[in-house]
């Protein structure tokens, strides 16, 4: 007797494991959560979005995140691609900076060794004036094209535009 006592305990005991018991779920339109194990005792108006959930599903967490504020996601959507167009627009200008600074260096150099060698081949006194402070500007222009070219490393742009800063200050030679 104790034995089937026993034997229909633990049916009893392991029955309600072995069941499909289900709990629905849904946010109201004011946000608010609800759980029922059974579909009518859910309000009205979210019934018909009601998330089932299966006993079998143990230990998973369903999250139903809250209603959110449409307005606020794309207001803040809207900034972030304002900030990014900023930066973008930073870029662009860090850009076209760095080349007109290239090409200012390169003429400067290249003008002052046409003016080097033109007082060269003179042989006035007023030419050995000419001569130095086109050593200077020419010496200015390799000192510039080493500052750019670091400037060039940590620069955010495409490789053509460095390609093309990197080919004009090629044309300053250093010595």
């Known amino acids: 007797m104790r034995r089937a006592l026993l034997a229909v305990s633990l049916f009893i005991l392991v029955l309600p494991l072995s ?11 004011n946000g608010k959560f609800h759980v029922s194990d059974n579909l009518m005792n859910l309000p009205a108006d979210c019934r018909f979005q009601a998330v089932t959930h299966n006993e079998k599903g143990q230990g998973r967490v369903n999250y139903v995140p809250p209603m959110g504020d449409n307005n606020q996601i794309n207001r803040d959507v809207k900034q972030e691609i304002q900030i990014q167009q900023e930066e973008m627009r930073k870029q662009r200008q860090e850009s076209a900076n760095l080349l007109e600074e290239a090409k200012m260096l390169s003429q400067s150099f290249l003008r002052a060794v046409v003016q080097r060698k033109d007082a060269l081949r003179s042989k006035r006194y007023r030419s050995r004036k000419t001569i130095v402070a086109a050593g200077r500007d020419m010496q200015n222009a390799r000192e510039g094209k080493i500052r750019l070219l670091k400037k060039l490393k940590s620069a955010r742009m495409t490789t053509g535009q460095k ?3 990197e080919q004009l200050l090629e044309l300053i030679e250093g010595q």
């Not at 069941?19 to 339109?29: I, L």
């Open 19 to 29: 069941g499909n018991a289900e709990t629905f779920s849904c946010r109201d339109k």
């Open 163 to 165: 390609n093309e800063i």
